[in-house]
């Protein structure tokens, strides 16, 4: 195992891919009504949906460093040379901030921080992208540079804002919360940080929007997709069999149900599509 690659829950990397590229997931912390939990481990997204469709009070936090540091201990132990550890936008959460800090503890180049600018399976891409290049044997400095490199374009819509509201997630898109009720907004992240984009009428009109979207960020040229949602598999299934007819050269169309950190910003019902190009 000459390169170890780590990321963060927020990938939502369908089940059992994370093992099968050897990636090491760190979750999230995820409190309800108080209670502490880890995103994924302890709750999952029916539990989430339920928790925030009862109005309970859902917060979530960074994993502290020192979680990061004994994660990177034990590989570099197991015989790691070094580790490339992505994760989520800074401009999203501390967590990039909190790897960085456990990664001052190791010599200069042996643990590399990636911000992704981005989260879901546009960070889900990225590390598959490290993750390729650490099972054919590249070093840190390439790997890091497939992350950084992945050029991915997310877009997603929600049944609310007031769910980005509350976190403090949303930013400039504050400026749609007075239609919030009636149009469905949809928002890309641009930058590491969560836009608004368009505003449509209906969830019908906003699925066909992002195979729109989806469409034009693919150019024609060879991609891979995954579709996002939360409590929404019956949309999710056909925003892909959409996208599978529109999108003219696919590789990988995944489908993911977002977790609890996530999915508390965004609430029941969100939909949305990452297009990665090869």
Known sequence: MP??????????????????????????????????????????????????????????????PAEFAAQYRRLLDEGADGVVSVHLSRELSGTWESARLAAAEFGPGVVRVVDSRTTGMGLGFAVLRAASVATAGGGGAEAEAAAVAARTRSFFVVETLEYLRRGGRIGAAAALLGTALAVKPILHVDDGQIMPLEKVRTMSRALGRLVDLAVDAAGGGPVDLAVHHLGAPERAAELAARLRERVSDVGECLVSELGAVIGAHTGPGVLGVVVSQR
Do not use: K
């Not at 927020?10 to 059992?16: D, H, N, S, V």
């Not at 090491?24 to 989430?48: K, N, S, T």
């Not at 309970?56 to 936090?61: E, L, Q």
């Open 3 to 64: 390169l170890a690659v780590v990321t963060d829950s927020t990938a939502y990397l369908p089940e059992g891919l994370a093992d099968r590229h050897a990636v090491r997931v760190i979750p999230l912390l995820v409190r309800v009504d108080g209670r502490e939990g880890r995103d994924g481990i302890d709750l999952g997204p029916a539990e989430l949906a339920q928790a925030l469709r009862e109005r309970r009070m859902v917060t979530t936090s960074r994993p502290n």
